[in-house]
């Protein structure tokens, strides 16, 4: 079982920035898709950024595209989500979640995903 943890949410004014990070333990991290989704309070959880194990592949949803970037050290177990320019509809709990089947292709749905964190909470104001 793959434990996730997030962390580096906070409450910040629009135009800031904010660095999330996950960390992914008790398995093989190399060879993980590793993806962040958000999820707004009473809206579906949506996916943000996913980068595959192997790192060629990086896709990001429209609404964050050029503003976040999804990176990983990779001798630290860690995948970082940098958050530029942030907008208030990016306020939402942000969940780190781990793809360990070890696919040839990282998926954009939360089903496919099987080992989650607890998420981190980031809040900005207009």
């Known amino acids: 079982q793959v434990r996730v943890i997030e962390s580096g949410g906070g409450s910040v004014q629009a135009g800031d920035s904010l660095t999330l990070s996950c960390e992914a333990s008790?398995?093989?991290?190399?060879?993980?898709?590793m993806a962040w989704f958000r999820q707004p309070i009473g809206k579906e959880r949506e996916f943000v950024a996913v980068?595959?194990?192997?790192?060629?592949?990086?896709r990001y949803s429209d609404s964050v595209k050029g503003r976040f970037s999804i990176s990983k050290d990779a001798a630290k177990n860690l995948v970082y989500l940098q958050m530029n320019s942030l907008k208030a509809e990016d306020t939402a709990t942000y969940y780190c979640?781990?793809?360990?089947?070890?696919?040839?292709?990282?998926?954009?749905?939360?089903?496919?995903?099987?080992?989650w964190g607890q998420g981190t909470q980031v809040t900005v104001s207009p």
């Open positions: 008790g398995g093989t991290f190399s060879t993980y898709h």
């Open positions: 980068r595959s194990y192997t790192g060629r592949i990086i």
């Open positions: 979640a781990v793809d360990s089947h070890f696919r040839g292709y990282p998926r954009f749905e939360s089903p496919d995903y099987d080992s």
